[in-house]
């Protein structure tokens, strides 16, 4: 496994010297960082899902990757260059920021209504999505305490099937999810709440070493 930069190790550490109870998933989350390397290094796209709680974490780990999260993200000269002749291109060259490509599955109402209303087998939205979506250079995250989400895990077995890396974030249990997954975060707490507080500190570290790896240049 490629050794991780200074600044990514810093990022890990930091963690872990707040939340040393998150020591345990350490492992896992430079396993996903690896993955996400390669992912991105490959042309593909994170995906995400969950319920509730862990709906309001999939969109808002999209959020963190999409624009600037922490660190300067400079548009790469080519684009600079293409943007400038362009319509308002002057100031999409002056503001843009370079993003990582995520997507937080089951925002596009129309669809999930659409699948909710004409399929008859229940909790598919997330695997329709997928299936439209995911490339098998692909990685998606299902997010859920329990780890048993139904429309996660059928989500996740699309990206399987497409050739896409498959990754569960859930409470210390893992349920089917973790089972099924190649790469499994079980963070730990006894409740929802406690699991979910530990979701956010994760996925923000996971956010934050991956935007280190490709801008590590401060804001």
Not at 49 to 59: F, P
Not at 78 to 100: I, Q, R, S, Y
Not at 107 to 113: D, R, W, Y
């Amino acid at each position: 496994m490629p050794k991780l930069t200074d600044i990514e190790e810093k990022i890990l550490h930091g963690m872990t010297d707040r939340r040393p109870d998150l020591s345990g998933c350490i492992d896992r989350i430079v396993e996903l960082h690896h993955d996400l390397v390669k992912m991105y290094d490959a042309g593909g796209k994170l995906l995400l899902c969950g319920n509730g709680g862990s709906n309001a974490d999939a969109m808002h780990i999209a959020g963190e990757l999409c624009k600037s999260f922490e660190r300067k993200r400079t548009l790469p000269q080519t684009l600079v260059d293409k943007l400038k002749p362009l319509p308002c291109g002057e100031d999409l060259a002056n503001h843009l920021e370079a993003g990582l490509a995520a997507i937080a599955l089951g925002f596009n109402g129309s669809l999930k209504t659409a699948v909710e209303n004409d399929i008859k087998l229940r909790d598919m939205a997330f695997a329709q999505e997928a299936a439209a979506l995911a490339k098998p250079e692909d990685v998606i995250i299902g997010i859920s305490t329990s780890g048993n989400a139904t429309n996660c895990l059928m989500a996740m077995s699309v990206v399987k099937a497409i050739g896409g890396t498959v990754v569960s974030l859930t409470g210390p249990n893992g349920g089917k999810m973790a089972a099924f997954a190649d790469i499994a975060i079980k963070a730990p707490g006894d409740s929802v709440k406690v699991i979910q507080e530990a979701h956010l500190v994760i996925y923000h570290t996971i956010c934050a070493t991956i935007e280190a790896h490709y801008f590590p240049d401060p804001r």
